[in-house]
C-alpha cells in the first residue's frame, strides 16, 4: 500500500522549524499539486531554492509563507501556505490529489497525499469556527489556537470502513454513482459520531446493498490523505443464504458478486481496498 515506504519512515511530529534550500515544497494551486518529471519518468517536487527563483508575487495566508508538515525519508517538506501559480520553468505541472498515486514513485506520492491532508486543514483553520478571531499556530504541537476564544483545533481526521463482503467463494465488488467511476471497488462509507466501526460495517452494507452481515473481522488501516480519511477495512460474511442485491441508487451505480476466479480488479500496489480484493483472489482472507 502507498504508505509502506520503501525505505525509512514519515516522522510527522510537529516543529516549528525554517526551510532551508534543499528542503521540499508541496506547492497547492486549488486542488493541485505542482511536480516536475525526472529523466526516469519518477515524480519530484520543487526545493525551497527552486521555489524562491520562481515564485515572484505567489500570495500566501500568514505571516510566513511556508510551513514544515513532516519528515519523509530523511527529506524535509514544507508547505506553501497560500496559493501556487505556473512556475515559469516549464517542466513544472499540476496534478489532482486523486491523480497522485503512481506506483513507480509510491513513496512521494504518499509525502504528496499526506501534505495535502495537512495543507486543506490548514487552509480550512485560520479563522476559528467559534468566535470568529483570527488562529495561530501552537508552538508545541500540531494544533490552531484561538487567541480570542482558546478554542484548540487539532488535525481533522475522518473514519471510513472499507468492507470486503464475502458469501462462500463470491465478494461483493461495487460502482460509487458519485462522478465517473469505472473501476470496480469495495463497500465503503464514513463512521458515523456515535457508533462503533462495526456497527458501521453493518449499517452501510445494509444501506448500500440490502444484505445483513456476520462474522465482522478487522484486516488494517490505511491514511488516504487525498480525501481526509482513516480507512479502516473489515472483512464480513453474509449473514443467511439470499445473497439477492437491493442497490441503493445513490450511493452505487452497482454491486455485483463475483467469484474467486473472476475477480475484475487488480492490485495497484497503492490502496487498502485493492489488497483487500487481492487477498480474497488469492484465498488469503482473515478467516
Ligand atoms: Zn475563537
Known sequence: MIQDLSYGSL??????????EDDIVVCIQSNRILFRRNEDNTLAMPTVK?????????????????????????RRFFLWLGKAEQPEDEAYFFMTARDVRE???????????????????????????????????????????????GNMIFPRISPAAIIALTHGDKLMLAKSAVGNVTRYGLLAGFIEIGET???????EVLEEVGLKVKNIRYYKSQPWGIVGNLS???????????DTVTLDTNELASAEWFSRDDIPAKDDGISLTREMIRLFEEGKEPK
Not at 11 to 20: A, E, F
Not at 232 to 242: A, K, N, Q, R, T
Open 197 to 203: 466501526a462495526e456497527e458501521a460495517v453493518a449499517r
Open 50 to 74: 527552486q521555489v524562491e527563483q520562481w515564485r515572484g508575487s505567489w500570495e500566501y495566508w500568514l505571516e510566513e509563507p511556508y510551513r514544515y508538515v513532516f519528515t519523509l525519508q530523511d
Open 232 to 242: 479502516i477495512g473489515y472483512f464480513c460474511d453474509l449473514d443467511g443464504d439470499d
Open 103 to 149: 506506483p513507480e514513485s509510491r513513496d512521494l506520492c504518499f509525502g504528496a497525499m499526506t501534505a495535502w491532508h495537512l495543507y486543506c486543514w490548514y487552509r480550512d483553520n485560520r479563522i476559528c469556527g467559534r468566535c470568529g478571531h483570527k488562529t495561530v499556530h501552537d508552538y508545541k504541537e500540531r494544533m490552531m489556537l484561538c487567541p480570542e476564544c
Open 11 to 20: 516522522d510527522n511530529q510537529y516543529r516549528y522549524l525554517q526551510p532551508q
